[in-house]
């Protein structure tokens, strides 16, 4: 199993982005996917997830109403719209699947290489 996550850049405060996930080859409608955030010193930090069928998504407080998950499922892609970008939404984006959902990070089976979002002020 590969995670390709790719999206990442920089943007300005009250920018928006567009992440991506595609997970390689089989099918994976047992499982969900998930995003999580990183920076330097400080613990993964849940952002979203969503199951495979796209009907239950879940989003850490710190993204409500700012942040939303979707899928393709027949691309077995996930994608994270992000909005109204703040500085503090500046880490390293990683995006996971697993069957658990929303799951704490040991949930989660496989992991992307993750993405760089940097949100300059």
């Known amino acids: 199993v590969q995670l390709q996550a790719s999206g990442g850049g920089l943007v300005q405060a009250g920018g928006s982005l567009r992440l991506s996930c595609a997970a390689s080859g089989r099918t994976y409608s047992s499982y969900g996917m998930g995003w999580f955030r990183q920076t330097p010193g400080k613990e993964r930090e849940f952002v979203a997830s969503?199951?495979?069928?796209?009907?239950?998504?879940w989003y850490g407080d710190s993204v409500k109403g700012r942040f939303t998950i979707s899928i393709d499922g027949a691309k077995n892609t996930v994608y994270l719209q992000m909005n109204s970008l703040q500085p503090e939404d500046t880490a390293v984006y990683y995006c996971a699947l697993g069957k658990r959902l929303p799951g704490t990070e040991e949930d989660y089976d496989y992991w992307g290489q993750g993405t760089q979002v940097t949100v300059s002020s």
């Open positions: 969503i199951n495979w069928s796209g009907r239950s998504t």
